[in-house]
């Protein structure tokens, strides 16, 4: 499938431009990857996320992850981060326009650039997003969704979802069913076999000219506003 630019209310994004994508916690930011541009079209941001990218963690002791850290147990300006390298494997990450939710095409780790890609399934996160130049502001709404090939699903994180409902950090119950919603929706159309699961950029490869991304500035650890935002729609900002 070939990689093309397109033009955004007067604004063209050319493939293989860095952006930071920024995933929020709480509030708080949990990691800060550079990924590139595929598309970016009226239906939405295409991005890619390549394996060893090199990135900001926040640093919590023994390990922890910030998930499972209560908001008001965490240090009052977040944690320090130090920088790592993603290794979760390649995803690609669209982004409709409007919506909840994210979908990522996971593929093997270690095949790029020496082979074909290996589509592993897709993963359905679900989440409030906010445009900011090259940052894209991500407040994970923790439910997701894992897709197989075959296009099976089943919920992940529903117990630790239910936790966190009601805290003030996150989501009321009124919003916890919006954001089930939400989900509901991208699993019929994974049931359908319609897009994004119809079998569109299974076989994409980026081109062997994208080197990974430098790492970025040291971010600032909390979500601009402090906490996480409601399920219902997201703020297109303009990529300046």
Known sequence: MSVAGATIAGMHLEPGRVLHWNLHVGGHLSTS???????????????????????????????AHLRDVAPEERPEGGY???????????????????????????????????????????????????????????????????????????????????????????????????IRAEGERVARLAEAHAFPFDGTWCDFAPPRSWTAPPLPPRPVPRLPGGAERPADGNEEGELG
């Open 80 to 178: 320090p981060f130090r920088a790592g390298l993603w290794s979760s494997g390649h995803a690609l990450i669209h982004q409709p326009a409007g919506a909840a939710h994210a979908v990522l095409w996971l593929f093997a780790p270690g095949w790029f650039p020496r082979a074909r890609p290996r589509f592993r399934g897709w993963y359905v996160n679900l989440e409030h997003r906010t445009r900011r130049g090259d940052d894209v502001d991500v407040a994970d709404h923790e439910l997701d969704l894992l897709v197989a090939p075959d296009r099976t699903w089943r919920w992940k994180d529903e117990e630790s979802f239910a936790r966190m409902t009601g805290h003030p950090a996150h989501w009321t119950a009124e919003e916890a069913v919006a």
């Open 33 to 63: 990857v550079p990924v590139r541009v595929v598309e970016h079209t009226a239906g939405g941001l295409l991005l890619w996320l390549s394996r060893g990218t090199p990135m900001w963690r926040a640093d919590l002791p023994g390990g």
